[in-house]
């Protein structure tokens, strides 16, 4: 069964540079969420869309930024990069219709702060 | 807003026992979904187990079940015959309503042959 996909798997980007993390959700799921981990933390909510439309919104910094689009695929941007983002960043899906609340994790992006 | 509690940092056992992973929550909402998943060295999480609270019955996958206590907020795992695969990070995990999961602090596990 197709999964979430996430790209790039890997980013090296140098202080103050701008970066942007792709989702691509499971086909037919029309929920995108983001989560932000750090070393050694658990998973923190930043944001999420339903629909292409956000739906809510958690402890995610001004300089961090993210759309659903058309297809349903959603992008993190993020600038004025500093040390303390580098984590692993998680999208996940979901389909609101199979009333479970499952989230599907995909791999996730690791994010290197220089 | 929701908290979710995870008391026990590390936690070890021998291949093949029983083992198991404690967790509570606090929460104002009477519908609402508890969610126990596992990240591996890989670090991709990976859903173990899911409860919805307006079921009485406690959730069982395979070598996994939970003892969900409703009116005590209380969600553990449990582990039977463990393996060395089972070696991992395990979270537990509140949502409701579609909403955000909101993820206790973990337990580290260590399945020792």
């Known amino acids: 069964a197709a999964g979430v996909i996430q790209s790039p798997r890997h980013l090296i980007k140098e202080k103050r540079e701008t970066a942007t993390l792709k989702c691509y959700p499971i086909?037919?799921?029309?929920?995108v969420y983001w989560y932000q981990q750090g070393p050694g933390q658990d998973p923190q909510f930043l944001i999420s869309?339903?629909?292409?439309?956000?739906?809510d919104k958690g402890s995610i910094p001004d300089r961090f930024s993210a759309q659903q689009f058309s297809d349903y695929h959603s992008e993190l941007n993020m600038s004025s990069l500093e040390l303390g983002d580098s984590a692993l960043y998680f999208c996940?899906?979901?389909?609101?219709?199979?009333?479970?609340?499952?989230?599907?994790f995909g791999p996730g992006t690791r994010l290197t702060v220089t | 807003a929701q908290t979710v509690t995870q008391s026990q940092p590390e936690m070890s056992v021998q291949e093949a026992e029983t083992v198991t992973l404690s967790c509570t929550y606090d929460?104002?909402?009477?519908?609402?979904?508890l969610f126990w998943y596992k990240q591996p060295p890989s670090r991709q999480m990976i859903l173990v187990i899911r409860?919805?609270?307006?079921?009485?019955q406690n959730a069982t996958e395979n070598r996994f079940s939970v003892n969900f206590q409703k009116a005590a907020k209380s969600f553990s795992l449990k582990i039977s015959d463990s393996q060395l695969g089972d070696t991992a990070m395990y979270f537990c995990?509140?949502?409701?309503?579609?909403?955000?999961?909101?993820f206790g602090g973990g337990t580290r596990l260590m399945v020792k042959p």
């Open positions: 409860q919805e609270a307006y079921k009485q």
């Open positions: 086909p037919r799921h029309d929920t």
């Open positions: 929460t104002s909402e009477s519908n609402y979904y």
């Open positions: 995990a509140f949502s409701n309503a579609g909403n955000m999961l909101t």
């Open positions: 996940a899906s979901s389909l609101v219709a199979d009333r479970t609340d499952e989230q599907y």
């Open positions: 869309f339903y629909e292409k439309m956000q739906s």
